[in-house]
Each structure stands twice: as structure tokens, then as C-alpha cells.
């Protein structure tokens, strides 16, 4: 017999195709009565398929008892209780590596919108402005400019090797120095802030993390400073963000991720050196359709093979 898997949140056609082949599937996308779940199904389901934002949510977690594997599609996996899973020997996965180059493309896009003014300059063309006041201003390049990346794992390493085509200086801060690196490493955030003209941050959300960047580092990169968000929202403190906007402490910010999404402080709309995206940072058909295969090729594993292709770092122990 097939084991039953529980899918939470959204999933592509081709992801379902072969959940289906392999799976009874339940489909968990409007969480509203959980007990009613257990009850039913909770000594039923062995498999879980989730997303980076949608997770687990704890009650769920708990009340799954024949629970064995969790498979998450994403690279970040905040919002699953880890620590829980592992201690019950329920292994999670997640898809690194297969969205690295579109997410530092991300990276990349948003800092060249902010510093040569892309949103900007096409609100003046359609705004007529070319016609009636000439050419527009000018702006600033990337070309040769200092880069610090928060968050050194293969995300980060992959923006740091795209940015050298533009001659960046490269810095990093993470929790440690990696001594095959050829950038400079910081121990102190803050000091990396202050020497560098913009801050791209991709490292994980969680508790950790949260409002890592604040008042003190915004302001560290100053009015000429720009801040690029493609790790969680969670890790800029939003309201912080605000206000050195508002007060110019910070001259631009290109953001793809947000603390409470998808809402976003309706202060940054009309900014003219903010550039907004809806967490896109893997979103293309061939990114997201390769982490959809790794999403079910980690399931299927599990089940034929009694092992996974792709675990967190917190369940890599109970890999035999």
C-alpha cells in the first residue's frame, strides 16, 4: 500500500502528478480545525510535504504520531519546529542548492534597481518627464562598489561570485570564518556596515536572526548606504527600516522579503529609492520546477530507500 502523505500549502500540477503516483494524498491548504485532522487521519499520515512558509504549525506536529518524514519545499525552514521533529526521530529535508543562481540574481537585480534607479527612471518616461524636463538625473553604479553579505552559506558565496564580475569588493559576516574564502571576513556586523556601501542580508530567519539588522546597523551604512533583503523579513527590523528611510540615515533599500507577508508597511510605496518584490527570489518556471522535484524525489526516497537526498543539518544524524 501507498503511505499517506499530507500536503500543506500550495503545490504545482506537475509536483501533484507525482505526489499522486506514489502517495494517498490529504491536502491541508486551510488549517482551521486541526483536532478534528488528528483525530481523523493522525495515526494515518507518515509523510509530510510543506513549504518554507506554511511549515508545520505546532499542534499538528505534535498530534501526528506515526509521522517519519517531512519534506519542505524551500531552503529555509523557519517555520517548522526542527528541534521537535528531530528529538522524535522525523526527518526534515528541504531544497538547497537547486535555487543558489536565482536567488543571488535576485540579489543582484535588486541592487542595480536601487542604485541606478530603474523604478524611477520608468516612472519618468511615463510620466512625460523626458519630453518636458530632458534627460533624467543621474545615478550611481555598482561597478567597483564594496558589497557586505550577511549570511555566507552557498546563497551567499553564489552572490559574492556574481557580484565579482562587476569588480565588488567583497566582505562577509556569518558565524565564522571560512579560510578558503578569498573575502574579507568580519566578526562584528556593525564594522562590516560601516565600511561598506551596501548590505545584502541572505541568512536564515528564526529567533537567531531577528532584527539582526537594526537602528544601529541601518544607520552604519548611511545615506548612501543601501540594504538588499533576500533571506526572511524577520531579519530587518521592519519599523527600524522606516524610519532611516523617512529621515535619509539610509539611502536605498531593495526588498524581496517582508515581516509579515504578505503585507508590507505601506510607507515604502511611494519611496522613490525603495524597490518592492513579492518574494520572487526563486520564482521562475525552472528553478521552482527544480525544487519541486527535489521536494518529491526526498519523499520518494525516503520511502523506497529509508534515506533522504537532501536533510537539514538538524536531522543529518539520523541519517543511517
Not at 555598482?142 to 552559506?153: F, K
Not at 542580508?201 to 537594526?214: C, F, Q, R, S, Y
Request: proline residues 5%; glycine residues 8%.
Amino acid at each position: 500500500m501507498k503511505p499517506e502523505l499530507l500536503i500543506i500549502g500550495d503545490i504545482t500540477p506537475r509536483m501533484a502528478a507525482a505526489f499522486d503516483a506514489s502517495f494517498v494524498c490529504h491536502t491541508f491548504t486551510e488549517i482551521t480545525d486541526i483536532n478534528s485532522f488528528i483525530a481523523e487521519k493522525g495515526e494515518a499520515i507518515e509523510a509530510v510535504a510543506t513549504t518554507g512558509h506554511d511549515g508545520v504549525p505546532a499542534p499538528l506536529l505534535t498530534g501526528l504520531s506515526q509521522l517519519k518524514v517531512i519534506s519542505c519545499y524551500g531552503v529555509g525552514y523557519d517555520a517548522i519546529d526542527v528541534g521537535e521533529a528531530a528529538s522524535r526521530g522525523i526527518i526534515v529535508t528541504h531544497t538547497p542548492n537547486v535555487l543558489n543562481d536565482e536567488v543571488a540574481t535576485t540579489a543582484v537585480m535588486l541592487l542595480m534597481a536601487c542604485y541606478r534607479q530603474l523604478i524611477v527612471n520608468h516612472n519618468y518616461i511615463l510620466a512625460g518627464d523626458w519630453v518636458n524636463k530632458g534627460n533624467a538625473p543621474l545615478n550611481r553604479t555598482i561597478d567597483g562598489m564594496s558589497v557586505g553579505i550577511l549570511g555566507y552559506g552557498r546563497i551567499g558565496q553564489t552572490i559574492a561570485k556574481k557580484l565579482e564580475a562587476f569588480g565588488c569588493k567583497i566582505s562577509y559576516h556569518a558565524r565564522s570564518e571560512r579560510s578558503d574564502s578569498p573575502h574579507r571576513y568580519y566578526a562584528k556586523l556593525n564594522d562590516m556596515a560601516r565600511d561598506v556601501q551596501a548590505l545584502i542580508a541572505i541568512t536564515p530567519g528564526g529567533a537567531a536572526t531577528k532584527h539582526l539588522v537594526n537602528q544601529e546597523i541601518l544607520e552604519a551604512l548611511g545615506p548612501e548606504g543601501c540594504l538588499v533583503n533576500v533571506a526572511r523579513g524577520s531579519v530587518v527590523d521592519e519599523a527600524a527600516l522606516v524610519n532611516a528611510l523617512q529621515k535619509g540615515t539610509l539611502g536605498y533599500a531593495g526588498l524581496d522579503v517582508f515581516d509579515k507577508e504578505p503585507q508590507v508597511p505601506e510607507a515604502l510605496f511611494n519611496m522613490p529609492n525603495v524597490v518592492l518584490t513579492p518574494h520572487i527570489g526563486s520564482a521562475t518556471v525552472e528553478t521552482r520546477q527544480a525544487m519541486g522535484d527535489l521536494t518529491v524525489d526526498n519523499l520518494v526516497h525516503f520511502f523506497e530507500k529509508g534515506a533522504v537526498l537532501t536533510p537539514v543539518p538538524e536531522c543529518q544524524h539520523l541519517i543511517k
